[in-house]
């Protein structure tokens, strides 16, 4: 059964995109990853959406502005991931959880 808590940060295949415009592409990908995400309009909350750079097939969708894919420079996990990512799904959207 896929795991239903609400995931830090998503990893979204790129062919789930939908629309010839960018402003469609990031409307189709926000309606997959905010619920997934547990997006809260009334807080001001959003999908914010990372495009990663080729050969990536995938974009880094989060809801926090700051965070990031690996622990920064002076951390001592510095380069690691900063998420616990989970298989994908049968749409092949992979969730993380924050590791710290």
């Known amino acids: 059964m896929a795991d239903e808590r609400i995931a830090d940060a998503l990893y979204v295949p790129k062919a789930l995109r939908a629309g010839k415009r960018m402003v469609d592409r990031v409307y189709f990908v926000s309606l997959i ?3 997934l995400l547990g997006v809260d309009y009334a807080a001001g909350e959003r999908a914010l959406i990372r495009v990663l750079p080729p050969p990536a097939d995938k974009d880094f969708v989060t809801k926090h502005l700051h965070d990031t894919q690996f622990f920064p420079d002076g951390h001592p996990h510095a380069r ?3 998420y616990r990512w989970e298989p994908p799904d049968d749409r092949g959207i992979e ?3 924050l590791l710290e």
């Open 95 to 97: 969730r993380g959880y």
């Open 80 to 82: 690691q991931p900063r």
């Open 33 to 35: 990853a905010e619920p």
